[in-house]
């Protein structure tokens, strides 16, 4: 499937109704996981409860990142997927059930990053993760300019965020979580940086970013010491 087509079912599949039960409905069901079993702790989750488009940029360690913030969202969010997340028609029947939207791996496919802004474009919230895939250890790794990107030419804040506890909760392979202390950290949005001429030099974006990951280390190095306070 060509990644227009892919794009396109994914829109279509989100815009049923039925998709928006199954959000809002495994919501609950995250919730309610964090409310009895895990030891979660946020904050600044009421930057989470602002009206208009925004970008949540937190750090990767764990399948848990995703859904544990947006489950503190009060509002619907989409998040940017891998597009391995979207193999055949129930897999990318699931995956856009969730949430996600398709968009290539890697330094940063602007076709795909412009359907992603289309998406902020619409009013909606937006999930992407500027380590890409998943990291190990509480430095915050080598970051994409796509973020960058998606701000610029959406023109909407970034939330860095910063994680700690989600890769000893979770670890790669573990199919259940495992109940440790987990701190989540929304810090202060960045504003985007401006285009100039409609474009966004790469010296702007090189600086921008190196500022995005400058906050996402510090709400990560907060995360640690509120997680490891935790335990106590």
């Known amino acids: 499937m060509t990644e227009e087509r892919l794009e396109a079912r994914v829109l279509a599949i989100w815009q049923t109704r039925r998709a928006r039960w199954v959000y809002r409905a495994l919501r609950v069901v995250v919730k309610a996981v964090v409310r009895s079993y895990l030891r979660v ?3 600044g989750a009421e930057r989470l409860a602002v009206e208009g488009p925004f970008i949540i940029a937190p750090v990767h360690r764990s399948n848990l990142d995703g859904p544990l913030v947006n489950s ?4 619907i969010v989409r998040s940017l997927a891998k597009r391995e997340m979207f193999p055949g028609r129930v897999g990318t029947w699931i995956s856009a059930m969730l ?3 398709p968009v290539n791996r890697g330094a940063g496919d602007r076709r795909s990053l412009q359907a992603a802004a289309n998406l902020i474009g619409r009013g909606e919230p937006l999930l992407v993760f500027p380590e ?3 990291q190990s250890g509480h430095r915050v790794g080598e970051i994409f300019g796509g973020t960058a990107f998606l701000a610029a030419r959406s ?3 970034i939330l860095p965020v910063g994680i700690a506890g989600t890769e000893e909760a979770m670890p790669p392979g573990a ?3 495992r109940r440790v202390p987990i701190s989540i950290v929304i810090a202060e949005p960045l504003p985007p940086p401006e285009l100039e ?3 966004l030099p790469s ?3 090189n600086e921008f970013t190196a500022r995005l990951r400058e906050a996402m280390q510090v709400a990560m190095d907060e995360a640690v010491e509120r997680a490891s306070s935790m335990a106590g």
């Open 99 to 101: 949430g996600a939207f």
């Open 72 to 75: 503190r969202c009060p509002r």
């Open 203 to 205: 010296l702007q974006r």
């Open 41 to 43: 702790e946020m904050v």
């Open 155 to 157: 023109g909407v804040p």
């Open 175 to 177: 199919r259940f979580p």
């Open 132 to 134: 890409g895939s998943r």
């Open 197 to 199: 001429g409609g474009r």
